[in-house]
């Protein structure tokens, strides 16, 4: 009796791992992250620092881009990103947490920035930045896509 139980029990988890996975449901179909960059900022010190985070949960501009970079990566070069075609989003979560994205896109074109983050208590923050393609995106959150510098 055990051993069925057993069995049920990985049968069900099976099925919710594999239901989870699934690239298409009513909320949209998962974005692929071609390249993310992830950090924990720890300390009382730092939670300013996630002030610098837009808004809008992207950034579509070269300097725009650069800013934030050199506001949370201070000691890495700036990576290179051609902003006519790709989009970087980004997302915090409080507590020195680790973050990581999850966007969707619907059928009309709405990116919506979906993160998924650890539960640590404590002072600091925790990012993530992913580049995705641009192409077939017409909004993010709702609002049209918009050009930094």
């Known amino acids: 009796m055990a051993r069925l139980s057993l069995v049920m029990g990985i049968a069900l988890l099976a099925g919710l791992v594999a239901s989870a996975g ?9 974005v692929k992250v071609e390249q993310s960059w992830t950090g924990r900022l720890t300390g009382k010190d730092k939670e300013p620092l996630r002030e610098g985070a837009p808004a809008k949960m992207y950034v579509s501009g070269p ?5 934030l970079w050199k506001l949370w990566r201070t000691e890495e070069k700036v990576p290179e990103i051609d ?4 989009v970087v989003l980004v997302t915090t979560a409080g507590g020195p947490n680790e973050v990581k ?3 969707k896109v619907d059928a009309q074109g709405n990116l919506t920035v979906r993160s998924i983050a650890t539960l640590v208590g404590g002072p600091g923050f925790g990012y993530a930045l992913g580049i995705v393609d641009r192409d077939g995106i017409k909004t993010i959150q709702g609002k ?3 050009r930094d510098d």
């Open 63 to 67: 300097k725009t881009f650069a800013g």
């Open 22 to 30: 699934q690239s298409d449901s009513k909320d949209g179909k998962d």
């Open 144 to 146: 049209a896509l918009a």
């Open 101 to 103: 994205l999850a966007p």
């Open 83 to 86: 902003f006519s075609k790709k």
